[in-house]
T-cell receptor
Framework: AQKITQTQPGMFVQEKEAVTLDCTYD???????LFWYKQPSSGEMIFLIY??????QNATEGRYSLNFQKARKSANLVISASQLGDSAMYFC????????????FGKGTRLSVIA | DAGITQSPRYKITETGRQVTLMCHQT?????MFWYRQDLGHGLRLIYY???????DKGEVPDGYVVSRSKTENFPLTLESATRSQTSVYFC??????????FGPGTRLLVL
């Protein structure tokens, strides 16, 4: 079974600064995938970034990067140059080694960007 | 290019009534999922389906029924709604392992 832990219920960041959202995971699978989703106040779930356990490099997508430390079982999301529109809930999730398996989610971190 | 649509987007019902939440995807993704989102719990899996006529239970399946007669549709039925089923329901689909796409969600209130 997989487990995701997000220890920061809420975070504040100044506009244009970088921020790191923490995510640790637990799994006995050798192959797995880690995801980050953004949920703005409008409620939709927006896919941000994916990291496979065997990917050689940390994933990046525009201002989002994933700091993947396999030995520590952490997959932190880094948002560079924060914008007011980044204020939202952020969820870390993972899937197991069977390909299209369902995701297991953490409880989320609410990020507030301050002007 | 609709992707995943869910209907209704908002629903108010009473305890004991049967409610069906619809999910339709236009990509022909083989895998589809139903999650519910509650404060303090994140998203939890209710049911999922690997293909038409293949479904499996998730973490919180009690009180729910699913069917999948066509690849593109994955309805979720609450057989006899209870107040504890007040939640936001998300449908999702995937074809590869590197992403999972979510619908806009259905907000359900059971009085």
């Amino acid at each position: 079974a997989q487990k995701i832990t997000q220890t920061q219920p809420g975070m504040f960041v100044q506009e244009k600064e970088a921020v790191t959202l923490d995510c640790t995971y637990d799994t006995s699978d050798q192959s797995y995938g880690l995801f980050w989703y953004k949920q703005p106040s409008s409620g939709e779930m927006i896919f941000l970034i994916y990291q496979g356990s065997y990917d050689e490099q940390n994933a990046t997508e525009g201002r989002y990067s994933l700091n993947f430390q396999k030995a520590r079982k952490s997959a932190n999301l880094v948002i560079s140059a924060s914008q007011l529109g980044d204020s939202a809930m952020y969820f870390c999730a993972m899937r197991g080694n069977s390909g299209n398996t369902p995701l297991v989610f953490g409880k989320g971190t609410r990020l507030s960007v301050i002007a | 290019d609709a992707g995943i649509t869910q209907s209704p987007r908002y629903k108010i019902t009473e305890t004991g009534r049967q409610v069906t939440l619809m999910c339709h995807q236009t990509w022909s993704h083989s895998y589809m999922f139903w999650y519910r989102q509650d404060l303090g719990h994140g998203l939890r899996l209710i049911y999922y389906s690997a293909a038409a006529d293949i479904t499996d239970k998730g973490e919180v399946p009690d009180g729910y029924v699913v069917s999948r007669s066509k690849t593109e549709n994955f309805p979720l039925t609450l057989e006899s709604a209870t107040r504890s089923q007040t939640s936001v329901y998300f449908c999702a689909s995937s074809v590869g392992v590197r992403t999972q796409y979510f619908g806009p969600g259905t907000r359900l209130l059971v009085l």
